[in-house]
């Protein structure tokens, strides 16, 4: 079993910007996973698998702690068309045409974003944020924990959430594109989660050591974020 015993500083430092939000857009989800369950699931990750180096229960680990991690849900769709020109080739490979591939284009996304640079935890790519489930932050604030300020604005995050759309909906070799994103919601979702952080210094650290951890969504308790030494080192 890993002890308890380390104890780490905040998971951030003051912002590198103000970001300010109104009232209204700002929300969270509901706590549901004790700090009992989160330990042990925690430990679980930590300490399962073929992957991980086998001193790995010499690391020090510090007790389950909730913190709040500011996400943009970003509400957005795409329109238009594009073009684009397929070559044909018979069975010797030999060029024999042409073919125009593309056409109209409408594609609906909800896409996440980490509001906060720089931060070792990124749930962002793990998490679906259901409307039906967010709470007003103005009637359910953070009460314990360690509350993350956001330094990405809205405008920010709205075009990360454009440019992925274009991506995904226009090929890459595409000739001519005519598309248009619009933004129907914004967002500001503080994600609670339970987080252990850990270091680790054993055969297969890094030079110096490595800083390490599991953070789990306070409620669902799924993982939406880890770092693990590799135990083939």
Not at 41 to 58: K, M, N, S, Y
Not at 82 to 93: E, F, I, N, Q, T
Not at 112 to 134: E, I, K
Not at 187 to 207: H, I, K, N, S, T
């Given at each position: 079993?890993?002890?308890?015993?380390?104890?780490?500083?905040?998971?951030?430092?003051?912002?590198?910007?103000?970001?300010?939000?109104?009232?209204?857009?700002?929300?969270?989800?509901?706590?549901?996973?004790?700090?009992?369950?989160?330990?042990?699931?925690a430990r679980e990750r930590v300490q399962e698998g073929l992957q991980r180096p086998r001193d790995i229960h010499t690391?020090?680990?510090e007790a389950a702690r909730l913190?709040?991690?500011?996400?943009?849900?970003?509400?957005?769709?795409?329109?238009g068309r594009h073009l684009g020109l397929r070559a044909l080739s018979d069975a010797k490979g030999r060029?024999?045409?042409?073919?125009?591939?593309?056409?109209?284009?409408?594609?609906?996304?909800?896409?996440?974003?980490?509001?906060?640079?720089?931060?070792?935890?990124?749930?962002?790519?793990?998490?679906?944020?259901?409307?039906?489930?967010?709470?007003?932050?103005?009637n359910h604030p953070a009460r314990d924990g360690e509350?993350?300020?956001?330094?990405?604005?809205?405008?920010?995050?709205?075009?990360?959430?454009?440019?992925?759309?274009?991506?995904?909906?226009?090929?890459?070799?595409?000739?001519?594109?005519?598309?248009?994103?619009?933004?129907r919601s914004a967002a500001m979702v503080f994600l609670p989660v339970w987080l252990r952080r850990y270091r680790y210094e054993g055969e297969a650290a890094r030079a110096g050591g490595e800083e390490c951890h599991v953070a789990l969504h306070a409620g669902t308790g799924a993982v939406v974020s880890e770092r693990h030494p590799a135990g083939w080192r």
């Amino acid at each position: 079993m890993i002890p308890a015993r380390r104890t780490f500083g905040p998971l951030a430092g003051p912002a590198s910007k103000r970001v300010t939000v109104p009232e209204g857009d700002r929300y969270t989800l509901r706590v549901t996973l004790t700090a009992d369950d989160a330990e042990r699931r925690a430990r679980e990750r930590v300490q399962e698998g073929l992957q991980r180096p086998r001193d790995i229960h010499t690391a020090d680990i510090e007790a389950a702690r909730l913190v709040w991690v500011p996400l943009w849900r970003i509400d957005a769709e795409i329109d238009g068309r594009h073009l684009g020109l397929r070559a044909l080739s018979d069975a010797k490979g030999r060029l024999r045409g042409v073919l125009p591939t593309g056409g109209e284009v409408h594609h609906h996304e909800v896409g996440v974003v980490l509001a906060r640079s720089l931060l070792p935890v990124d749930p962002s790519s793990s998490v679906t944020l259901d409307a039906h489930d967010l709470l007003p932050w103005a009637n359910h604030p953070a009460r314990d924990g360690e509350v993350v300020e956001p330094d990405v604005a809205r405008d920010e995050a709205e075009h990360t959430v454009a440019t992925r759309l274009r991506r995904r909906v226009i090929p890459g070799r595409a000739l001519y594109a005519d598309v248009e994103v619009r933004v129907r919601s914004a967002a500001m979702v503080f994600l609670p989660v339970w987080l252990r952080r850990y270091r680790y210094e054993g055969e297969a650290a890094r030079a110096g050591g490595e800083e390490c951890h599991v953070a789990l969504h306070a409620g669902t308790g799924a993982v939406v974020s880890e770092r693990h030494p590799a135990g083939w080192r």
